[in-house]
């Protein structure tokens, strides 16, 4: 698809606009950030992205003032000696810090969200990741610690969205045409906000984010329509008390068993902000599961 197509698409489900702030750990200047940030302005959201400034992966929730940079950015994306955060030139909505996931997130919402909107944010968003972050991935990774530190530290609403993705590493935002598995993530996330914002405030309960893995968007899935969301929970649960009753259970299905099954199911697990399992009380379960119900399928 196009980016002009999907820019079409998304316009045409414009909801209420409202002030999300943007991070994940693969860095400010990767693709599938960048992708995502087109599609929410499309959308007609208020966006600020604040992220490091190099790829971060792996470094979980670690939160540290940042330093001054000696080398350039990652990809080139700021040249070398630029301080210890910075934005591009023209658009001073998208800022790089030199730390963490985490503290990149909280400089967001404490300082360039302030700064630029004079007024907190109301959702956060991490990602689309560079590969996926299912189940134990999730203790580990800085786009899911960016995430929970704004859902737990900073009581803002956060979604962590992670995807398959082909060998290579990440690409820079420069990449064009911009590939079409970009593409489709950035619109499927682009659906999930929109229809979290649709499902009215609060966004989600207290200290509740969600954990949104994509399968790859290749063959049968091409296309976001080709995809169905299916609400799950990041681990088995196997010793936990019973879950919401939904498709026909009191346990809700494991995320890695969702991602696992054939025909383009995303697993968005309800997560528990407080130590990153899945929440065990049915009484926030069943929010989530009413805002989100009539875009959920069941699993075979
Ligand atoms: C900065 O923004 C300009 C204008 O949108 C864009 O052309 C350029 O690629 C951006 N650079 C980075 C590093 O974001
Ligand atoms: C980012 O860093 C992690 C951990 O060092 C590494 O495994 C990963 O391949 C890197 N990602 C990219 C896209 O360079």
Redesign the pocket.
């Known amino acids: 698809m196009k980016a002009s197509v999907l820019a079409l698409a998304l316009q045409a489900m414009a909801v209420q606009a409202v002030r999300i702030l943007q991070s994940n750990d693969d860095g ?2 990767e693709l599938y950030l ?1 992708t995502f940030n087109d599609a929410l302005r499309s959308s007609g959201h208020d966006v600020i992205v604040s992220a490091p400034a190099e790829n971060q992966s792996g470094t979980g929730g670690r939160d540290a003032e940042p330093s001054n940079r000696q080398a350039a ?1 990652h ?1 080139n ?2 040249p070398p000696n630029s301080g210890a955060f910075g934005h ?4 001073p909505d ?1 800022n790089w810090v030199n730390s963490f996931p985490a503290t990149s997130m909280r400089y967001g919402l404490d300082r360039f969200g302030p700064e630029l909107w004079g007024a907190p944010a109301e959702l956060a968003v991490t990602g689309p990741n560079y590969v996926t972050n299912l189940w134990l991935a999730v203790h580990f990774s800085g786009t899911v610690g960016a995430a929970v530190y704004a859902a737990h530290e900073a009581g803002v609403p956060a979604i962590a969205f992670s995807a398959a993705s082909p060998a290579g590493g990440s690409q820079p ?2 990449t064009t045409p911009t590939p079409s598995h970009s593409l489709v993530y950035a619109e499927l996330a682009t659906q999930l906000v929109n229809k979290l914002v649709d499902s009215g405030k609060p966004y989600l309960p207290d200290d509740v984010w969600l954990n949104v893995n994509f399968p790859a968007a290749t063959g049968a899935c091409s296309r976001a329509s080709d995809f169905k969301w299916v609400l799950s929970r990041i681990n088995t649960g196997l010793l936990s008390s019973r879950d919401v009753e939904w498709c026909g259970s009191d346990r809700l299905p494991h995320e890695q068993r969702v991602y696992d099954t054939d025909g383009c199911y995303i697993p968005v697990s309800i997560g528990d902000a407080s130590d990153r399992s899945t929440v065990n009380d049915v009484a926030r379960q069943e929010i989530v599961l009413d805002k989100l119900r009539d875009m959920l399928v069941c699993l075979p």
Not at 88 to 91: D, F, I, L, M
């Open positions: 400010w200047a960048r950015c990809y994306s700021c591009n030139a023209t658009r998208l935002w420069t």
